[in-house]
């Protein structure tokens, strides 16, 4: 009964690691797409993006919300493979501290942010 419970607990933790970690990379991808950083190689000729001239057309209050969330897009990529690395240690069976689950609950994705 106890390892039914452990069970249990490993698959809700897998799930929940691998749902989060599978919306961060979907979330990271829309803004990427919305906010592009630009083409590096052409630079200021880029047509979208932090390297494009019309970029510098924007306020400076328009240009720093861009930056932020092309940046934030770029971290979210990390964060969901983060997640996803998490929920394969936690199927191989790392989630238990000292016989306490905790699910390797090693990340908190709004202070890595903050």
Not at 38 to 56: M, T
């Amino acid at each position: 009964n106890q390892k039914q419970g452990y069970l249990d607990g490993c698959a809700m933790a897998v799930a929940k690691h691998f749902g989060i970690g599978l919306f961060m990379l979907v979330l990271a991808q829309y803004l990427l797409m919305n906010f592009p950083f630009g083409d590096l190689k052409a630079g200021i000729k880029s047509e979208r993006g932090l390297l494009s001239a019309s970029f510098l057309e924007l306020g400076p209050l328009e240009r720093l919300g861009f930056a932020f969330m092309a940046s934030f897009g770029l971290q979210c990529n990390y964060l969901g493979a983060w997640k996803w690395g998490e929920a394969a240690a936690v199927a191989f069976g790392y989630g238990s501290a000292g016989g306490a689950w905790n699910g390797a609950q090693n990340s908190d994705l709004v202070q890595i942010c903050l």
